[in-house]
């Protein structure tokens, strides 16, 4: 088939009216099919049901209603604290019909967590998990009017009325069942998205209706020009995050399709379960879930029918050994896809009708124009290391709808985003003559090694074509001699094949000549120490930044130890 990458994205135009809003868009065009299933709901407790759109519609309405008596108006934002399951789905289009602003946060944020969102945002009202009330509470601060609780069964035995705390259904039951929504227009915030918070403090991300119709070109294409025969859809991601919001609940309900809603705990063997059982046609299934699927059953074709269409991937590299086991078991090339909440789904594959390169996050979507600057704003020449960024317009010079608003409340971080009309990302990469994009990690994840600029991402993504490892993070060592050593923490895919500390010393030598090999002399790991599991955010990306305090920690214990510094000074 003939690559049509380039007149797709030449011929592209942008078409987002003045006045928009996402419920219009997901659920209320949708709620005059009465038989139109909009989530498929299961949970690890057995509890299935299924939700049309008009059961959404009707359900956001009546929460709309009483969410407007409670004192919700314009602009307030509201933290959704739910897991996936449709209530979820509710909380989110009664708030844009009430012209709110939509907070998401996940049920795995401790107390710690929700409390600095809580006040960061000055959250008006909280619609809570009844698994996460406890934390909740602990958190909620004096700006928090009222706390509404959603329960598998009926909360009012545990709820305090007077501490203002609802039960989410008591909610719905008394609200009336129309109501009007509030017109928005396209550029005004919907939702408040925090960023993990994996180089710093969380920032929250505002959000504009027009950046679910930003996102879709990518969603489009990344699973395989969606929705066409498609089924049903399912990610594992939260839909608290971007990844799970914006990747796969609101696009999903956009194109009037399916999606399966699963609250439990993940596992390869749940994956394939729950992908057979739906007849999974599409699916965004991040590196992390891949790894634990190939683990769990490599040849997948021997033991389940599955129907899956398109799976997309991004947060961390597929890597090659993912990559082809997907073509060979799954029997489809993995559509890996960039984004960041600030600007998502603007890089990407789509193996139907472009070309992919193994191992490259691939070109600008259409309707983004998309390059690699310098530091001073300036694009630099294909093979040459630079960020990556997104232009405010498009190449026809139309604005770009998937842009965030705005840092909240932080102007500085606002501003220090764009250089210029671009918008940096912090993540690097280089660009082929093709235009194939190829990530190289983090800004603030490279270092010196010797002189040697390192980058982790490559080095990872060699190191995990071994077949013994799982999951792999590259960081930088402190040495005086040579400023940094590179570093790998390495995940065992079979850690039962290594007893003894010869094999592991055996393996580390085979790592590191792979490396060697394939990449360039310096940039072999001199230190592997293998680990049981990686230190994750809750949206499944690798947190090297904790990893790299823990060997500037071990340097400075180690200096402050006298024998060990003599013992390096007479060395």
Known sequence: MPDTYKTTYEAF???????????????????????????????????????????????????????????????????????????????????????????????????????????????????????????????????????????????????DPSDQEFDVQDLIDR???????????????????????????????????RALIGNLPGFVASQNWFPDQASCFWSPADWAWTGGLMDALLPSLYFGQSILAYKGRFSGDTAYDLLERYEISHAFLFPTALKAMLKSDPN????????????????????????????????????????????????????????TRSGSIGRPYPGHRVAIIDESGLEVPAGTLGEIAVHRNDRHGHPDPVFFIEYWRNLKAS??????????????????????????????????????RIGPGEIESCLLQHSDVANVAVVPKPDRDRGNLVKAFVVLSRPEKYTNSDQLEDLKLSLQMQVKQRLAPYEYPKEIEFIESLPMTTSGKVQRAILRQLEQDRALQQQSQPGDVNANLSA
């Open 175 to 209: 609200g009336h069942p129309r109501f009007s929504a509030v017109k928005t227009l396209a550029a005004e915030p919907a939702q408040l998205l925090y960023t993990s918070g994996t180089t710093g403090p969380p920032k929250g991300a505002l959000i504009p209706h």
């Open 415 to 452: 501003e220090d985003k764009f250089t210029g009309e671009w918008c940096r990302t912090g993540d690097l990469a280089t660009k082929d003559d093709e235009g194939f994009f190829w990530y190289a990690g983090r800004s603030d994840d490279m270092f010196k090694a010797a002189g040697y």
């Open 13 to 159: 135009r942008w078409k987002v009216p003045a006045q928009l809003n996402i419920e219009q868009l997901i659920c209320a065009r949708w709620a005059n099919d009465p038989g139109r299933i909009a989530i498929r709901y299961e949970s690890d407790s057995g509890q299935k049901s299924s939700w049309t759109y008009r059961d959404l519609h009707l359900a956001a309405n009546r929460l709309a209603s009483s969410l407007r008596e409670l004192g919700v108006e314009r602009g307030d934002r509201v933290a959704i604290v739910l897991p996936q399951r449709p209530i979820t789905a509710v909380a989110h289009i009664a708030l844009y019909r009430l012209g709110a602003i939509a907070m998401p946060l996940s049920i795995l944020f401790g107390t710690e967590a929700l409390a600095y969102r809580f006040a960061d945002s000055e959250a008006f009202a909280v619609i809570a998990d009844a698994t996460a009330l406890a934390a909740v509470r602990s958190a909620r601060p004096d700006c928090v009017r009222f706390v509404a609780v959603a329960a598998d069964e009926a909360a009012s035995d545990y709820l």
């Open 300 to 355: 997948p074709g021997n033991n389940h029918k599955l129907k899956l269409r398109a799976v997309m991937s991004a947060g961390e590299s597929v890597g090659p050994t993912l990559f082809d086991w997907c073509e060979e078991s799954l029997g489809l090339s993995v559509n890996e896809m960039f984004g960041q909440t600030e600007m998502n789904y603007v890089v990407g594959n789509c193996s139907r009708y472009w070309s």
